[in-house]
Nanobody, 128 residues
Framework: QVQLVESGGGSVQAGDSLRLSCAAS????????MGWFRQGPGKEREFLAR????????YYADSVRGRFTISKDKAKNTVYLQMNNLNHEDTAVYYC?????????????????????WGKGTQVTVSS
């Protein structure tokens, strides 16, 4: 079991920045990758970014590439999502998730089904 706790959400103005954090605990030795997703009001859960735990590879959704940056601190078992130039469309609950073999390897990394454990989410509200 892996426990994930997100933090850093809040209410901001359009154009502002936020940095989300996700602290992992438990069986973190089996983590293959960490990802960020979000779910806006009335919308499906959307993949945002992924970072591999064993190398420097990162992946982004087209909708956030260039504005959002995913990073990690393995010593702290923490992954971050730096979000810049936020707009109203970024309003959502943001979730982090951990991916473990074999699902992490055989599933598409943009799919929620590739991730085994999820945090409870942190709310981000952007007002224009």
């Amino acid at each position: 079991q892996v426990q994930l706790v997100e933090s850093g959400g809040g209410s901001v103005q359009a154009g502002d920045s936020l940095r989300l954090s996700c602290a992992a605990s438990g069986r973190t030795s089996t983590v293959y990758a960490m990802g960020w997703f979000r779910q806006g009001p009335g919308k499906e859960r959307e993949f945002l970014a992924r970072i591999n735990w064993g190398n420097v590879n990162t992946y982004y959704a087209d909708s956030v590439r260039g504005r959002f940056t995913i990073s990690k601190d393995k010593a702290k078992n923490t992954v971050y999502l730096q979000m810049n130039n936020l707009n109203h469309e970024d309003t959502a609950v943001y979730y982090c998730a951990s991916a473990h073999p074999p699902r992490a390897i055989i599933s598409s990394f943009t799919s929620a089904s590739a991730y085994d454990y999820w945090g409870k989410g942190t709310q981000v509200t952007v007002s224009s």
